[in-house]
T-cell receptor
Framework: KNEVEQSPQNLTAQEGEFITINCSYSVGISALHWLQQHPGGGIVSLFMLSSGKKKHGRLIATINIQEKHSSLHITASHPRDSAVYIC?????????FGTGTSLTVIP | GAVVSQHPSRVICKSGTSVKIECRSL??????MFWYRQFPKQSLMLMAT?????????EQGVEKDKFLINHASLTLSTLTVTSAHPEDSSFYIC????????????????FGPGTRLTVL
């Protein structure tokens, strides 16, 4: 069993749809990261959150530390949101990464 | 936000040669840098953690003599793939954590854009 599980693995959405990506983890952490990886490979850190909710533009991330679960939401999705979204759980100096959710937004 | 750069972004080399990849934190002091490897369609795998001025800590299964890591300053870490072979072809990513702001902790990592290594 992976320490970090993401779902779904693949997601195709129509432009404008509301998207949710889920992440569950089994390790003890104080914060969780959501990362975005574009086809070229570069990674951008979207959020680091330890409780509650954070919002940046059309992106919203929530976390429930007690339930060890986090969600990433994209409102009014756009083709440029197409990427792989990865949740990562740090413990000590090690990161556990989810396998990623490949999102394709169709115009 | 904090910026981490990697150089080169792409490298192609012949089998048996050594390749050096640089990771720089441009606007903050990185006390800790992490090196990851990602094979196609797979998630990131942590290779090693390096603290400035100390020897790197390698993850299980990563050969320290093959993947030489140097973190000689607070803004630069290098990964050298020695005697590269085709199976070393991968996407190598570094991230850096440091003291950009007083409240920053090891949890706040900033990722470089990655280096794609192809060994022929």
């Amino acid at each position: 069993k992976n320490e970090v599980e993401q779902s779904p693995q693949n997601l195709t959405a129509q432009e404008g749809e509301f998207i949710t990506i889920n992440c569950s983890y089994s390790v003890g952490i104080s914060a969780l990261h959501w990362l975005q990886q574009h086809p070229g490979g570069g990674i951008v850190s979207l959020f680091m959150l330890s409780s509650g909710k954070k919002k940046h533009g059309r992106l919203i991330a929530t976390i429930n530390i007690q339930e060890k679960h986090s969600s990433l939401h994209i409102t009014a999705s756009h083709p440029r949101d197409s990427a792989v979204y990865i949740c990562a759980a740090p413990t000590g100096n090690q990161f556990y990464f989810g396998t990623g959710t490949s999102l394709t937004v169709i115009p | 936000g904090a910026v981490v750069s990697q150089h080169p972004s792409r490298v192609i080399c012949k089998s048996g040669t050594s390749v050096k990849i640089e990771c720089r934190s441009l606007d903050f002091q990185a006390t800790t840098m992490f090196w990851y490897r990602q094979f196609p369609k797979q998630s990131l795998m942590l290779m090693a953690t390096s603290n400035e001025g100390s020897k790197a800590t390698y993850e299980q299964g990563v050969e320290k003599d093959k993947f030489l890591i140097n973190h000689a300053s607070l803004t630069l870490s290098t990964l050298t793939v020695t005697s590269a072979h085709p199976e070393d072809s991968s996407f190598y990513i570094c991230s850096a954590a440091g003291t950009r702001v007083p409240t920053s902790s090891y949890n706040e990592q900033f990722f470089g854009p990655g280096t794609r290594l192809t060994v022929l």
